[in-house]
Each structure stands twice: as structure tokens, then as C-alpha cells.
């Protein structure tokens, strides 16, 4: 059963994911603003995901470090926005080969309702439209659809 919001009526929504790349906070403005925006109409919390490696890169040094940066990240989110916020961060032997499967992974791991991407099918191209795939279509907190070999 769904959860209510403060109006009492149903929820369509209660977690959102965005996938992150807190190295590159210029590039997320869009899809930042458009989850928060989101949230707070539903009544939603947010679950901001990052994909990183064990190996030290320019999120942090160890997987605990990038996991405390991503975690201050999503609390400034909350902070900014009014909003239910928290981390939750994906560790991959190879993060460029492994981001589709880490990600799907993660809407199970974080329960989300709703994942909100940097790309809007609405400002690309006409002919990149025809290109994009589903990959997976989540109804009730549950996956009704998914795309194999993603």
C-alpha cells in the first residue's frame, strides 16, 4: 500500500533517485532542480547515488571518504531544498563498464519510485529520441519491466 502525503491523499512517489556526479555539480544543475521540484510536489524523499571504484579518484580516496562526500552532498541538497535527502554510494570494480547495472541495482537498494537522469528526452535531438531504450519501468516500488542485457 502506498503511503500518504500531508493532504492525506495518496502518494504517487515517496523516494526519488538522482544519479550524481558530485565531481561535476555544474553539469546537474537541471536535473537537481527538476528532483527537488518533484519531491516536494509528491512529498517524496531524495536519494542522491554515486558510482565510484575502491581505487582513490577525485570523489575521495577510499570508498568511505567518497561515501562522507556524497553524504554532505546530498545533506546541502536537503539543506538548500527543505527536503528528506540521503547518499547512497555504489562501489564498482569498473564504474564506465558496470554504471547501467549499478545503477538498476541501486533503485532496489535505495527503493526508489522514480529515477531522475541528467538527459531530457524533450532537448535532444529528434533522432537520438528514436534511439532511446527503456530499461526498466518500476510500478508500486516494483519492477514491472526490464530490459535485458543492460
Known sequence: MAANNRRGTQKVFTKLMVPV????PGQLEKALAVAADL???????ICYVAVTSSAPNTLG??????????????AA??????????????????????????????IQDTGADLVVAD????????????????????????????????
Open 21 to 24: 556526479d558530485v565531481t561535476h
Open 39 to 45: 519531491a516536494r510536489h509528491y512529498g517524496a524523499g
Open 61 to 74: 580516496h577510499t570508498p568511505d571518504e567518497a561515501a562522507r562526500h556524497l553524504d554532505e552532498f546530498a
Open 77 to 106: 541538497q536537503g539543506e538548500t531544498h527543505g527536503l528528506d535527502t540521503s547518499g547512497h554510494l555504489v562501489v564498482s570494480h569498473d564504474p564506465a563498464v558496470d554504471l547501467d547495472k549499478s545503477l538498476l541495482g541501486a
Open 119 to 150: 538527459q531530457n528526452i524533450f532537448e535532444i535531438s529528434p533522432d537520438a529520441i528514436a534511439e532511446t531504450k527503456i530499461c526498466l519501468t518500476l510500478f508500486d516500488g516494483k519492477i514491472v519491466y526490464e530490459r535485458t542485457g543492460v
